[in-house]
């Protein structure tokens, strides 16, 4: 899966990605677009993941949020990349705030599946207060909206906690 990250540290054969804009041969522009490859085997948890994106830049600008929330969030909701449970993981991807920051690490390391396992698990670990989908949906909606009504990332985050 290539994702966010460079081809050549993919973690497997095919790539998506959520683009903020699609420009047409004519000039004018789509406001979201998502863009997949295949078909694989993961094409539906892949759309998933890329849709999460997209809805997610619908409510609050990429850069209000820390890429390892966004990552994470997408990677927990459409279960793509798959990843282990109890997998133990050394990445503090709460240092990887930027986009630029998280493409680096990844080309750095050649560690996607990883990554994107740990910004998972820290978005788990952030909703096992919740009980439920629905209080789980809740809780990242409510963050969103915060953010998006201009508190600080971090603040919404650990006041929900």
Same mark, same amino acid.
């Given at each position: 899966?290539?994702?966010?990250?460079?081809?050549?540290?993919?973690?497997?054969?095919?790539?998506?990605?959520?683009?903020?804009?699609?420009?047409?041969?004519?000039?004018?522009?789509?406001?979201?677009?998502?863009?997949?490859?295949?078909?694989?085997?993961?094409?539906?948890?892949?759309?998933?993941?890329?849709?999460?994106?997209?809805?997610?830049?619908?409510?609050?600008?990429?850069?209000?949020?820390?890429?390892?929330?966004?990552?994470?969030?997408?990677?927990?909701?459409?279960?793509?990349?798959?990843?282990?449970?109890?997998?133990?993981?050394?990445?503090?991807?709460?240092?990887?705030?930027?986009?630029?920051?998280?493409?680096?690490?990844?080309?750095?390391?050649?560690? %996607? !599946?990883?990554?994107?396992?740990? $910004? #998972?698990? *820290?978005?788990? @670990?952030? =909703? %096992? !207060?919740?009980?439920?989908?629905? $209080? #789980?949906? *809740?809780?990242? @909606?409510? =963050?969103?909206?915060?953010?998006?009504?201009?508190?600080?990332?971090?603040?919404?985050?650990?006041?929900?906690?």
């Amino acid at each position: 899966m290539s994702f966010g990250a460079p081809a050549e540290a993919a973690a497997a054969n095919d790539f998506g990605f959520a683009s903020a804009q699609l420009v047409f041969e004519d000039g004018s522009l789509a406001p979201s677009a998502v863009v997949v490859t295949g078909p694989v085997e993961g094409t539906s948890r892949i759309l998933t993941h890329e849709m999460v994106h997209a809805e997610m830049r619908a409510w609050v600008d990429y850069d209000r949020l820390p890429t390892w929330f966004n990552e994470g969030t997408a990677t927990f909701l459409a279960a793509e990349p798959r990843c282990e449970p109890n997998a133990p993981n050394d990445i503090d991807v709460r240092l990887l705030v930027t986009k630029a920051q998280w493409q680096r690490h990844l080309r750095k390391t050649r560690r %996607t !599946r990883d990554t994107y396992c740990a $910004a #998972r698990h *820290e978005v788990e @670990r952030w =909703l %096992t !207060r919740e009980s439920g989908d629905h $209080a #789980r949906a *809740e809780a990242i @909606r409510a =963050l969103m909206i915060a953010v998006g009504e201009g508190t600080p990332f971090d603040r919404a985050f650990d006041a929900a906690r």
